[in-house]
């Protein structure tokens, strides 16, 4: 959200100055005011406004965004036009957006042109006319080329304009030939050193729509498993079809040296209808598993945290209207402890009594039903996909986990259920918030192994992780059967509060806090309540943005004997496709 440099607190929040005047032939004089951000903060600009003499209302604004709001883009403009009609109603005319994205040494740039025309003045529509399909796009509007864009335009494009465009047309001629995407696949298949060492192998066939990724030989050898070194091999192999649908294989083996055993997983995933975003996928495996995946950092290698398996994973999932979601899963999967495995002496070095978990081999059958639904979801159709907008709405979901016995040898029986809801609040001015909440419970855990049961993670010293998910001061991780109940909430203010002092807004730091609640009554009717604060500071590195910052958590609980609290370091990986961090 931004503050209008013409709202009524905007003596506050701007710097006003005269630049000079200019005459328009409609409008007469034009005053050019600047404009200037006191403050760095999510909520201000940089421009200038032109107002038309006496009656002053905007006849033209240009607006220029804080590179240090900005994940995606370095620089990035708006200029506005506004207009009067035959009744003196002001009326948006155009709009131009201008970016501008630095690669390493190159730039990006781009500019959208936006005009206004056959607008209606309090139109009347009937009665739910507006649904929640934002836009939709024809398939033609990809297939457009300059001479119809020539006849549509409403202004002529500037010189400038003129020449980037037939700069872009060229290149895409160049770029759709196919000498040129000869070229770019010659590149991607061509076997480098520096490939196979550091960045691994890809290949690529467009007329087939394959592509082929290999692991690099740095990855090759892996200490860390298990048992000692492991050989390990990756590879992909993908096909996209034109109608967007798609067919992946994945391999990940490993060999171990010291036991001289092969293991691993061979997956498939098939996306059969984009639009209803319907996929369908199997996993077949011998390989190591995880009884706690969630543990703290500094115990999630440890030889009690492991256990062998052999499964096959068969999974579907599919929007079934708009807004709901469903998954169904099923697996089948013998395990057992690693107690007969060997292991090496730098697992020793690394923790201190670091001996496999021990419990009795089963066999385990069970099928989990994911239900998520978020009411008035918008989203644009485009013409071989459904791109979600998200909506106002909280996200509910029921996820149900059912061990049936005796199918297929299976002595693994348990029901679990658990409800979520999770939802974002924009709070103009002041940031945004994040919401999520958790209650759980087994209906029944006639038999269960370690593998099943519901870990509550504890924190990790020194590191903040995830805590829309994690507690930060939690003593120490422990399991529940009956219903637990947990809130996470976080706040990020977006720098409005730490970028207004003078000494720190030219840092563009981004202040947040949170308060995270658990309640476990089988714990010794355990509450525990949380609450921490932090400054995050965003970098960008070759293509790359990361945060990161220092956080201050303090924990407590009715069984505690006194507060826990310290500093934590915080580090996150902004993705751009999703648009989060």
């Not at 099943?452 to 995830?466: A, E, F, S």
Request: charged residues 20%; glycine residues 6%; aromatic residues 16%.
């Amino acid at each position: 959200p931004i503050l209008s440099p013409l709202s009524n607190s905007a003596l506050l929040a701007y710097k006003f100055g005269y630049i000079n005047s200019y005459q328009d032939s409609q409008y007469g004089r034009i005053i050019r005011i600047k404009m200037t951000a006191r403050q760095t903060s999510n909520a201000t600009l940089n421009g200038e406004i032109h107002l038309v003499d006496s009656s002053f209302w905007v006849y033209k604004a240009i607006l220029k965004f804080p590179k240090h709001l900005m994940a995606e883009y370095d620089e990035m403009t708006l200029e506005q036009f506004n207009r009067l009609d035959s009744n003196n109603n002001l009326l948006i005319d155009s709009q131009r957006f201008k970016y501008k994205k630095r690669l390493g040494r190159s730039n990006t740039n781009a500019f959208t042109k936006v005009d206004y025309t056959k607008i209606e003045i309090i139109p009347e529509f009937p009665k739910n006319h507006f649904g929640l399909e934002i836009s939709k796009t024809s398939k033609e509007a990809y297939e457009r080329d300059s001479s119809y864009w020539v006849n549509t335009r409403k202004q002529p494009l500037s010189i400038q304009e003129t020449q980037f465009i037939s700069k872009n047309d060229s290149i895409q001629r160049v770029q759709n030939s196919n000498a040129y995407l000869d070229s770019i696949e010659q590149v991607i298949n061509h076997v480098t050193w520096k490939n196979l060492l550091l960045l691994g192998q890809g290949y690529k066939n467009r007329s087939k729509g394959l592509e082929m990724d290999f692991n690099p030989l740095i990855s090759v050898f892996n200490p860390l498993f298990p048992g000692g070194m492991r050989i390990c091999l990756f590879s992909r192999l993908s096909k996209t079809y034109e109608n967007k649908k798609e067919i992946t294989f994945f391999e990940n083996l490993n060999y171990g040296i010291n036991n001289k055993d092969l293991r691993g997983t061979v997956s498939a995933y098939h996306k059969y209808n984009p639009y209803k975003n319907a996929s369908i996928g199997v996993s077949l495996g011998r390989d190591f598993g995880w009884i706690n995946p969630n543990s703290a950092v500094f115990d999630v290698l440890r030889r009690d945290n492991f256990y062998l398996k052999k499964y096959a994973t068969i999974y579907h999932t599919q929007e079934l209207f708009n807004g709901l979601f469903l998954k169904v899963m099923g697996e089948y999967s013998n395990r057992k402890d690693m107690s007969s495995y060997q292991f090496d002496k730098l697992g020793d070095s690394l923790y201190e009594n670091n001996k496999p978990a021990f419990f009795t081999e089963n066999r385990s059958f069970f099928s989990t039903l994911t239900l998520r639904y978020t009411p008035f979801q918008r989203y644009i159709s485009e013409p071989k996909q459904k791109i979600i907008l998200g909506s106002a709405w909280p996200t509910f979901s029921v996820i149900y986990k059912q061990a049936i016995p005796r199918f297929l040898g299976s002595t693994i029986h348990y029901t679990y259920l658990e409800y979520r809801i999770e939802q974002q609040f924009i709070w103009g001015l002041l940031g945004k918030s994040e919401l999520r909440a958790v209650s759980g419970s087994f209906l029944n855990h006639t038999t269960v192994s370690p593998i099943d049961y519901k870990y509550h993670r504890r924190g990790d010293k020194g590191m903040l992780t995830n805590p829309m998910v994690n507690f930060q001061q939690l003593d120490s991780t422990f399991t529940t059967f009956n219903r637990f109940y947990s809130l996470h909430f976080q706040h990020h203010f977006n720098g409005s509060l730490v970028n207004k002092l003078p000494l720190l807004k030219k840092l563009s730091l981004y202040e947040n806090i949170g308060l995270n609640l658990l309640l476990a009554p089988e714990r010794r009717n355990l509450f525990y309540y949380e609450v921490y604060g932090g400054i995050d500071k965003q970098l960008k590195l070759w293509r790359n943005t990361y945060k990161i910052g220092l956080y201050y958590t303090v924990g407590y609980a009715n069984i505690y004997k006194k507060p826990l609290y310290g500093f934590k370091i915080n580090f996150e990986i902004y993705n751009p496709f999703k648009n989060t961090w």
